[in-house]
């Protein structure tokens, strides 16, 4: 039995990483083949990839199968700081396909000298009976004075 759910584990791996390989692909040759509306797509905005190899393995070895916004919280699980300022989280959800989903989590007002706002954006799949990462990417903004004040990768000051 054991040797039967490391099978499954490895070949529901396989799968979440060939697709992955197939969005790095669109990306990369400008080819999109993926069924989400193009006024869902991401303007002109510039992100950085984060590995999401391990939280894939985190979610393959759960007995549940938790919603795309719990993946999120498991990846980002920051909370708004209490005190001063106007520090927020918001999470949003667009349903990409059939069996596709995209979270977006914004924290924004940080209580931070340079940096504004951090912007993540995960996309899943359904394989099988569970979600499993595709994608996973970020930016973020400066405040005023401190760099970039749009949504982007390069370094705040």
């Known amino acids: 039995m054991k040797f039967h759910n490391t099978y499954i584990a490895l070949l529901l791996l396989l799968l979440v990483s060939l697709l992955a390989c197939k969005e790095n692909l669109e990306s990369k040759t400008g080819f999109q083949t993926s069924e989400k509306p193009k006024n869902l ?25 938790p919603s795309p916004e719990s993946i999120m919280k498991m990846y980002y699980p920051n909370q708004v700081e209490e005190g001063e300022g106007k520090e927020k989280i918001s999470v949003t959800r667009n349903v990409i396909s059939e069996k596709g989903v995209e979270v977006k989590l914004i924290h924004e007002n940080l209580m931070d000298d340079s940096l504004n706002g951090v912007k993540h954006i995960l996309r ?8 499993m990462i595709v994608s996973l990417k970020k930016n973020w903004k400066c405040w005023e004075g401190r760099g970039h004040a749009y949504w982007g990768i390069e370094k705040c000051k």
């Open 124 to 131: 899943v799949k359904r394989v099988g009976a569970r979600w």
């Open 41 to 65: 797509l991401d303007s002109e905005e510039k992100f950085e990839t984060i590995d999401f190899s391990m939280l894939n393995m985190e979610l393959i070895k759960r007995k549940d199968d």
